[in-house]
């Protein structure tokens, strides 16, 4: 089967760095995209990786490793507006994206 | 503004009635998708349409129905015989080219059916 892991929950602090981790098994891969949403609002697009390497954007960074299927999120310099869920996505071999549960962050002062 | 509208924001059904939630793009964007969102779980893709007047059931179409009759409207029926209706419902779209492009969704519809 398919699958995506990410953990359920993680805290920071303001004006710390945070790194999100995403490992997946999935049947082919396209891609890894990074998505940030907060409570009751829509994803919105942070990254996508499809080689291997950092890329970087600011304070956030999208890392990706394809053979150990893995990838992480760094947030630097936390803000209390970076407070949301954080959701990776690997599309498929048929160019499905398949979703992992999402990783709540919480920034505390 | 470009962007994907989902109306209304909440709604709120008795069991056993069929409701339609709403879905327009003006990004001109060809493909088109909804999703369901569900506490502690992934998004699940429900269905999706890549050109008009078609489409492809997802992962959860059981339940569920859809039409595109325009490029820029993909309205969900939630029907009666959806055994556990109530989430929160994400439209999104994206277009479709010689590489690969991110999804961008509208700001979602939650409902509740009692």
């Known amino acids: 089967g398919q699958n995506i892991d990410q953990p359920t929950e993680m805290t920071a602090t303001e004006g710390a760095i945070v790194q999100i981790n995403c490992t997946y098994q999935?049947?082919?891969?396209?891609?890894l995209f990074w998505y940030q949403q907060h409570a009751g609002e829509a994803p919105t697009f942070l990254s996508y990786?499809?080689l291997d390497g950092l890329e970087e954007k600011g304070r956030f960074s999208s890392f990706l490793s394809r053979s150990k299927g893995y990838s992480y999120l760094l947030l630097k310099e936390l803000q209390m507006k970076d407070s949301a869920s954080y959701l990776c996505a690997v599309l498929d071999s048929n160019y499905q994206l398949i979703w992992g549960a999402g990783t709540k962050l919480i920034i505390k002062p | 503004d470009g962007g994907i509208t989902q109306s209304p924001k909440y709604l709120f059904r008795k069991e056993g009635q069929n409701v339609t939630l709403s879905c327009e793009q003006n990004l001109n964007h060809d493909a088109m998708y909804w999703y369901r969102q569900d506490p502690g779980q992934g998004l699940r893709l429900i269905y999706y349409s890549q050109i008009v007047n078609d489409f492809q059931k997802g992962d959860i179409a059981e339940g569920y129905s859809v039409s595109r009759e325009k490029k820029e409207s993909f309205p969900l029926t939630v029907t009666s015989a959806q055994k556990n209706p109530t989430a929160f419902y994400l439209c999104?779209?994206?277009?479709?080219?010689?590489?690969?492009?991110?999804?961008?969704f509208g700001p979602g519809t939650r409902l509740t059916v009692t």
């Open positions: 990786n499809v």
């Open positions: 999935t049947s082919g891969f396209n891609g």
């Open positions: 999104a779209s994206s277009q479709l080219g010689d590489r690969i492009y991110e999804q961008y």
